[in-house]
């Protein structure tokens, strides 16, 4: 539904977002005491951010007419996700309307091939890498970097460990040529990085050039998808925290990002980082900011692309672990509650509204404090709990 248009006598900006999912809903909740109104495009009814965003209307964001349509009146038009066609953003600015981040900066979260040729002329740590046409091209490839095995991407398209392929030949990488050649997208090689773990650099930046930098942290993979978040990173060198941060301000400020930054490092065996990946949007490995922090990444981003004074990224304790709860065996996680709460009263739970199925992200929970082992207890407990893990059973 369309509310009625709002009195001309009210300045406050409306925003526009694009994209129903969890992280739209996150920042319909900081919207709420900011008393920003906002105007959801969702992909579906009933999807995580239409179920909280009153002026909501359903409809394809590949459709410039769609598109225009929701941004009509609005402020600024942000994002859920990074997927709207790099050409209809640019028809939309051309336009006059206030893309946030814009299409000259999107395109580097979009497009792989992109973001390595810029992180290059920055002169920014990366893993070595190379276009490839072909499983003859990853085997040259491979033969540069010392050897099987590589990584193989689409250079558009992927999230969550899909349109990855980590490949032990050249036969091996058939595979990933064959989705390409079906969605018409390209094949980026990377050299398989010796990593001691991964770190997340997550800045908010404004139109005006202000930015606000968060304690790096440590994330954990699980078969691609992120599943724990440690802030600050444990026992990372200092000098290494404070290079993650400055790349990240770098690229923020070089591709004129406007809105949150998550810069996806690997922490090298050899004690280098190098960047893995970019995303344009509040990010997985910046939910720890909602409870953790001063002010969360969801508030900052709300900030920025409107251009306000960005809020203290700080930490408020020195210790936050936050959890994903996976869909599991449970149907209703609403049973988890006596049970989490009860043990743990400050345990901070946000459940995104989503159906429940195997492996989907449809929440997280986050525990603080000052004993990292403790609190890394707690969060996990929680999540377990909430997933079936522990012995919960739907009734």
Known sequence: MTLPARDHHDATPVLAIIGGGQLARMMAQYAVPLGLPLRLLAEAPGVSAAQVIVD???????????????????????????????????????????????????????????????????????????????????????????????????????????????????????????????????????????????????????????????????????????????????DLAEDLAVEAQQIALKVAGALDVTGILAVELFETTDGRVLVNELAMRPHNTGHWSMDGAVTGQFENHLRAVLDLPLGSPDARQPWTVMVNILGGDVGRLYDGYPHVFARDPRLKVHLYGKDVKPGRKVGHVTAYGDDLDDVRERARHAAAWFQGDLGMESE
């Open 56 to 234: 909501s209307e359903v409809g394809d964001y590949r459709d410039l007419d769609t598109l225009r349509k929701v941004t009509d009146g609005c402020a600024v038009v942000t994002f859920d996700h990074e997927h709207v066609p790099t050409e209809h953003l640019v028809a939309l600015t051309e336009a006059g309307v206030a893309c946030r981040p814009g299409p000259g900066a999107l395109v580097h979260a979009q497009d792989k091939r992109v973001m390595r040729a810029r992180l290059d002329e920055l002169d920014v740590p990366s893993p070595r890498h190379a276009l490839v046409a072909d499983p003859a091209a990853v085997e040259a490839f491979a033969e540069r970097v010392g050897g099987f095995p590589v990584v193989l991407k689409t250079t558009r398209g992927g999230y969550d460990g899909k349109g990855v392929w980590v490949v032990g030949s050249a036969a091996e990488a058939e595979d990933a040529f064959a989705v390409a050649a079906s969605t018409n997208v390209s094949i980026l090689a990377e050299e398989k990085v010796d990593f001691r773990r991964e770190l997340s650099a997550l800045v908010a930046r404004s139109p005006s050039g202000q930015a606000a930098a968060y304690p790096v942290v440590e994330s954990v993979q699980v078969d691609g998808i992120c599943k724990e978040v440690v802030a600050p990173a444990p």
